[in-house]
């Protein structure tokens, strides 16, 4: 029985990967859908609270917090994930390369399903989140233009320092906790996407390990922030979020380039009714997980209407 209640916990692990490495459709969405949700970051509160124990040498506290996580459940899960994410990354770096305007247009529709959710988690419109929304969205839209290309031309090897991994992991993480933002999109807004693809394929241990300590780091040292904002400041940041998803679809106009160029272009003799199929593929996906976890009357945060 046992055996058994491990393996399904790595088959939602490797789903939850399996999301995490496409932007636009995060884990912790998919976790919502499969009923673990509240489990989850009840287990990633217990483990920050127990790391924060031990670097005020409590032991005792630290001792008693580490007993409350549930580790086979928990560890079953992470194993789930890493499986996905190294056995998955290498087929999407190839389409990436191979079929970069399909691979946007799917991308284009994925984050427009993330705003989509995320606009209907707002609990009250107003004319100042709308403006904010708004001025977000042509801020990082701007910004964005100030760099032609995402990475490095012509590889998708690990081409920045190891500290650039150390930080995107310590930002990308913090998409875990937040409704309607993957990490893939995080690492997509920091032209880090490729570049942890390549890492991954490659195998690059140095680079991975300085990727997985940000990401612990980070974890611990915003969760609770993160946690408290949306608590107390819940639709302004979700307005924030909307504004940096909208101003992103940048990156993922499928013309000319794909995810490689920021630059905006009409089709050129490229593929045109495959990007624009993918997106609504990418669209309706997004928003059939939505409707799933509803069905299941799975707890969800509190939405408008």
Avoid: K
């Avoid at 490729?194 to 390990?209: I, K, Q, S």
């Avoid at 940000?214 to 946690?227: E, K, M």
């Avoid at 920021?262 to 624009?276: I, N, Q, R």
């Amino acid at each position: 029985m046992q055996l058994q209640q491990t393996a399904t916990q790595v088959l939602r692990g490797f789903l939850m990967g399996s999301a995490d490495i496409v932007p636009g459709v995060s884990g912790g969405t998919v976790a919502l859908v499969l009923g673990i949700y509240g489990r989850l970051v009840a287990a990633i509160r217990s483990v920050v609270a127990a790391m924060a124990s031990l670097a005020r040498a409590d032991l005792p506290e630290a001792g008693r917090r580490l007993r409350a996580v549930p580790w086979v459940w928990l560890l079953a899960l992470l194993g789930g994930v890493g499986a996905a994410i190294l056995l998955l990354a290498a087929l999407l770096e190839r389409l990436l390369e191979q079929h970069p305007e399909p691979m946007a247009g799917l991308f284009f529709g994925l984050i427009v399903g993330a705003v989509v959710i995320s606009w209907r988690l707002v609990r009250r419109v107003t004319w100042s989140s709308l403006v904010l929304t708004g001025l977000v969205a042509a801020a990082f839209f701007l910004l964005l233009g100030l760099q032609e290309s995402t990475h490095a031309e012509g590889t998708e090897l690990a081409t920045r320092p190891w500290w650039a991994f150390f930080l995107a992991g310590a930002v990308a993480i913090c998409a875990m906790i937040l409704p309607g933002i993957s990490g893939s999109f995080i690492l997509l807004m920091l032209g880090m996407y490729t570049e942890v693809l390549g890492a991954v394929d490659d195998r690059n241990l140095p680079v991975l390990l300085a990727f997985l300590a940000g990401a612990a780091v980070g974890l611990a040292s915003f969760s609770t922030l993160l946690s408290w904002l949306l608590e107390h400041y819940h639709d302004t940041v979700l307005a924030v979020l909307i504004g940096l998803m909208l101003g992103s679809l940048r990156i993922l106009w499928p013309w000319p380039d794909g995810l490689e160029s920021t630059t905006l272009g009409l089709p050129d003799g490229g593929p045109v009714l495959l990007p624009l199929a993918l997106a609504a593929v990418g669209l309706l996906a997004v928003l059939g997980v939505e409707a799933v976890g509803e069905r299941r009357g799975v707890s969800a945060p509190p939405r408008r209407g």
